[in-house]
């Protein structure tokens, strides 16, 4: 699979004249999943991306290449990133600080972990998610999330997207 992504990127540059090979694959998405820990009165976020994308927007934003595997710094960058295009806020609309786990790497894929303290659990939460949205103008970002039954609840983020969404739908 990488042979053919590093194929397919150089010949993307060569029929580009040298453009980033940010096309690497034909669809732009990321997923996250949040689910709230009531022992531990935190959401745990798993934010899953491509791995080529990622590394593109930390180049972007370092104004440096970035390779995952191999710059010392790249948790520290991906972590900020993350603080960056991934918010999330109260039911009385106090951000939520994000608190680094960790990454890791499966082979074109990455996988972010984060927590925000939540004593209340998802009641109230919004998130906003803008990750890559300023790479690819066909970018969307999915959020699951599941209520106190257990049902699954899904919210959908593409670019132009500036506004909280509720994790949860309101109760009657």
């Known amino acids: 699979m990488i042979a053919r992504r590093v194929f397919l990127s150089a010949l993307g540059l060569s029929l580009a004249g040298g453009a980033s090979a940010l096309a690497a694959h034909k669809f732009h998405a990321s997923f996250a999943t949040i689910e709230h820990n009531p022992a531990a009165e935190s959401l745990e976020i798993l934010l899953r991306v491509f791995s080529d994308d990622l590394e593109s927007a930390l180049s972007r934003k370092a104004r440096r290449r970035i390779e995952l595997d191999r710059t010392p710094d790249a948790p520290d ?65 999915n959020v699951s999330s599941q209520d106190a039954g257990g049902k699954r609840h899904d919210i959908l983020f593409r670019p132009g997207d500036s506004a909280f969404k509720p994790l949860l739908p309101p109760t009657s």
């Open 77 to 141: 960058l991906v972590s900020a990133y993350a603080r960056e295009r991934l918010k999330l806020r109260d039911a009385n609309a106090a951000p939520l600080r994000l608190l680094w786990v960790g990454m890791e790497e499966r082979v074109d894929m990455t996988w972010i972990y984060v927590e925000a303290p939540a004593p209340a659990g998802l009641t109230g939460v919004e998130a906003l998610v803008t990750v890559f949205f300023e790479l690819f103008r066909d970018q969307k970002n």
